[in-house]
């Protein structure tokens, strides 16, 4: 069986509030309602409500939030989709046919689409919150899209139906402690800011959006990893 998707939109550190009731807008136009503002810039003043227009349910439920972290620790799980139209030799981005063919789209979890903010759109840090990174292909030359007209693009290209499924409502396990605990005990060296081991590890198991049960299983291997290395078992055959 099937069933109307859903999708939760969520806005980085947006500045304008037109630009933001503009969204709201588009979302209506698809049948979402569930807007996230991370950090927003702006309030949701009267020049939200005109920008939405007939599409105010979004903005009259609309959470923000301070910083990432907050975020993490209010919202249920989900595979989140980050869209950059940037790429890089650390940033590779997929096309929204190769992220159609992605498992986690079809798990059953609430999906989110991140969109940065209107000058300068998602930092480096952003996108290690996102467990898929995708741009748009835009045929013009001139490449850059309002941030309304970018999420309506984006919904129109995004399936449309899920398997009827009950999605998850416990957030997963944070990786990041235990993978950072493990890379200190091999002594790598973290202190770049840019790119380290840490960034690079984390990037391919967030392209993973693992679920809750092996978010939990890969911190309990790596817990006992970091165990053994700190307290190796003694060789019964090695004298005192």
Known sequence: MTKPRT???ILVRPKYPRNIGMVARAMSNFGHDRLILIDPQCELDANASQGAAQGQQPLRQCKSYPSWEQYAEH????????????????RAVATMEELHQW?????????????GTEDHGLSREDLLWAHQTCALNIPGPLKSLNLSHAVLLVLSQMPSLIPQQPPSTTPVQSIDEPLRLWLETLNFDLSKKNWNAFFALRKMLMK?????????LFSSVVQQTVHR???PARDPDRPE
């Not at 993973?208 to 939990?216: I, N, S």
């Open 7 to 9: 999708y939760t939109v």
């Open 208 to 216: 993973a959006a693992p679920t809750e049960p092996e978010a939990r």
């Open 103 to 115: 498992p986690a789209l079809n798990d059953g979890r609430p999906v989110s689409l991140i969109f």
């Open 75 to 90: 919202e249920a799980d989900g595979p989140r989709v980050a869209f950059s139209r940037r790429e890089g030799k650390r």
């Open 229 to 231: 290395l700190s307290h």
